[in-house]
């Protein structure tokens, strides 16, 4: 059984912190896929996934993130990932999307690895 999925959006200069909960996965990741395109279309450039009380992700979730990398691509935006757990972070090392995301295991480490130029 899914675990509820709850989606927490806040502005933390010069970051939209996007504050996730629960298990992404089939079920779940069209919530925040509804989520990515909201903030996304209000103008957020540098959005940071803070998933230290994720359990899970599924590919499907792991798609999401995918979608949001392109449209801050398109800003010439960031996308930072905060993975606290090893299971997540082996989650995204399997797929191989540590290449393509910047891992952290902190919001305070996002913070003081503050890089405008690098893509997301």
């Known amino acids: ?13 010069p970051f939209t ?3 996730v909960s629960g ?3 089939i079920d ?3 919530q925040l896929r509804e989520v990515v395109a909201e903030v996304a ?3 957020a450039d540098r959005l940071v996934f803070e998933l230290s009380d994720v359990g899970f992700v599924d590919s499907i979730g792991l798609g ?11 800003r010439r935006g960031t996308v930072d990932i905060v993975a606290s ?3 997540v972070v082996a989650i995204f090392r399997i797929a191989g ?6 891992l952290r295991p902190t919001l305070a480490a996002v913070f003081a690895d503050e890089d405008p130029a690098e893509p997301a």
């Open 28 to 30: 779940t990741a069209p």
């Open 64 to 74: 999401v993130f995918v979608l949001a990398r392109k449209k801050m691509l398109l």
């Open 97 to 102: 999307l540590d290449e393509l995301f910047r």
């Open 1 to 13: 059984m899914t675990q509820q999925l709850t989606v927490d959006v806040r502005q933390d200069d």
């Open 23 to 25: 298990e992404i996965d």
């Open 17 to 19: 912190v996007i504050t």
């Open 41 to 43: 279309d209000a103008g």
């Open 85 to 87: 757990t090893r299971r």
